[in-house]
Nanobody, 123 residues
Framework: QVQLVESGGGLVKPGGSLRLSCLGA?????????IHWFRQAPGKEREGVAC????????SYGDSMKGRFTISRDNAKNTAYLQMNSLKPEDTATYYC???????????????WGEGTLVTVSS
């Protein structure tokens, strides 16, 4: 069964950093697809965080993440990453990786989601 598995969440102080990972597993042709990161805080709507194209040559970010978050991927390891710096309490959320099984970043519906990893930013 193809799946995406997130890891790397945890508790971090404001101003700190975390790196999240998204592993493609179960035979997923990871290198063929763009990978998206989303997040959802309690009581809030899900929002797009970042996206990286199949080859990694194109990326996009949500406005509040620009300059602080960096998305990358290592197709040899079937893994995408989200480096998060200068974290703020409002970054607290469950972070999900997903793909719409296309090779470039779009705003369409996702076809495959991970189960998420919780990031808590608090002193």
């Amino acid at each position: 069964q193809v799946q995406l598995v997130e890891s790397g969440g945890g508790l971090v102080k404001p101003g700190g950093s975390l790196r999240l990972s998204c592993l493609g597993a179960g035979g997923l042709l990871f290198e063929a697809y763009a990978i998206h990161w989303f997040r959802q805080a309690p009581g809030k709507e899900r929002e797009g965080v970042a996206c990286i194209s199949m080859s990694g040559d194109a990326t996009s970010y949500g406005d509040s993440m620009k300059g602080r978050f960096t998305i990358s991927r290592d197709n040899a390891k079937n893994t995408a990453y989200l480096q998060m710096n200068s974290l703020k309490p409002e970054d607290t959320a469950t972070y999900y990786c997903a793909t719409d099984l296309l090779d470039y970043c779009t705003n369409g519906p996702m076809d495959l989601w991970g189960e998420g990893t919780l990031v808590t930013v608090s002193s």
